[in-house]
């Protein structure tokens, strides 16, 4: 089997705040259904929906991998009207990393490869 892409269901209590939250973290999104959004930056896509039951999406981690950590940590503290939650810039072997919990509880790996690390970037293989 050849796969082509692969998308995550976002599920999201307050669809508004979480449309909002994404357009304001640079995705552009598109109408799907009253209860379905499309998200897009650059190749990267995701589907929001909305849901009443978000029990679980607390274990939900999604990795966005960036191509500079600053611009990304500079977008997400200029978010303050959405009460998030982030913690600082973290460096790691393989890069640095920025923790973003989401308006339902879902966390972000917003992430800078090291460009010559072959191991988690898939892209540079």
Same mark, same amino acid.
Request: hydrophobic share 40%; glycine share 6%.
């Given at each position: 089997?050849?796969? #082509?892409d692969?998308?995550? %269901?976002? *599920?999201? =209590?307050?669809?508004?705040?979480?449309?909002?939250?994404?357009?304001? &973290?640079? !995705?552009?999104?598109?109408?799907?259904?009253?209860?379905?959004? &499309? !998200?897009? @930056?650059?190749?990267?896509?995701?589907? &929001?929906?909305r849901? *009443? #039951?978000?029990?679980?999406? $607390? @274990?939900l981690?999604?990795?966005?991998?960036?191509?500079?950590? #600053?611009d990304a940590?500079?977008?997400?503290?200029?978010?303050?009207? !959405? $009460?998030?939650?982030?913690? *600082?810039?973290?460096?790691?072997?393989?890069? /640095?990393?920025?923790? &973003?919990?989401? *308006?339902?509880?879902?966390?972000? +790996?917003?992430?800078?490869f090291? +460009?010559?690390? =072959?191991? %988690?970037? +898939?892209?540079? /293989?």
């Amino acid at each position: 089997m050849q796969v #082509d892409d692969i998308r995550v %269901f976002i *599920p999201s =209590k307050d669809y508004g705040l979480s449309q909002s939250f994404y357009q304001a &973290l640079g !995705f552009k999104m598109e109408y799907v259904s009253d209860d379905l959004s &499309l !998200f897009e @930056n650059g190749a990267s896509c995701f589907f &929001l929906h909305r849901s *009443p #039951d978000t029990a679980g999406v $607390s @274990n939900l981690m999604l990795q966005l991998a960036v191509q500079s950590i #600053d611009d990304a940590f500079k977008t997400i503290s200029d978010m303050e009207r !959405f $009460s998030i939650i982030y913690e *600082p810039v973290k460096v790691e072997s393989w890069g /640095k990393v920025i923790y &973003l919990w989401g *308006p339902s509880g879902e966390l972000w +790996h917003i992430t800078e490869f090291n +460009h010559t690390n =072959k191991e %988690f970037n +898939h892209t540079n /293989k």
